[in-house]
């Protein structure tokens, strides 16, 4: 059967329009691809939670963090220039039976705006200095651990943080003034830890119960300092 000049045009248009979404979407994928050093601050983070057959095993060596979808792991989707494929969410909560300290690494997530390291029980130590480079940090709960230590004085320059939840563990020492300058902060949770001082004047709005069952807390909205 003979091609007519118009089928023939037909075809190749055809040919042409399926070859610009093969390498569209080629180009989507790779885009959208876990940024090399992201990979290698989770996998680091894997390695300190108990390696390749720990609680995080499948965070493969050979698999894409974001393509992949690595369990607790969120990426950013949207095309937005060198954004894309960046971590923006880690999330734990107790069902992963992690123990240990928090890895320094979580620092060398540059987008990450969501940390979760929740109802753990067996997180100890300090809230690392590391995490005083997450200048994108909006949410950041680490309540119910065993975590001991100050208050970091550095969340206070993370100015970006809309609520932060320590509540349920060990920390000590005073609640930074610096928390009350955080021009987003609607939430902050310190109840049940070992705090002590007076709660600086600009978080005197938040409710009662978010300071409550600590050592020696004064201060509005709890009872006034002696």
Known sequence: MKTSPNMFLLLQLT?????????????????????PNDKAALLKIRDH??????????WHTNADCCIDDWISVGCLAEQQGS???????????STFGLSGTIPAEFGDLPFLGTLWLTGALNIT?????????????????????NLSGPIPTFLGR????????LSNNKLSGVIP???ATLPSLSQLNVSSNHLCGAIPTGLKKLEKSMFEHNKCLCGAPLAACK
């Open 15 to 35: 040919l042409i329009f399926l070859s610009f979404i093969y390498f569209s979407k080629s180009n989507a994928s790779n885009d959208l691809s876990c940024h």
């Open 49 to 58: 939670f108990g390696g390749p057959n720990g609680p995080l095993s499948d």
């Open 83 to 93: 954004t894309v494929g960046r971590v923006i969410a880690v999330t734990f909560g």
């Open 125 to 145: 130590g300090p809230i690392p200095n590391s995490f005083s480079k997450l200048k994108k940090l909006r949410s950041l709960k680490l309540n119910s651990n």
């Open 158 to 165: 993370l100015k970006r943080l809309e609520e932060v939840d």
């Open 177 to 179: 003034a610096s928390l």
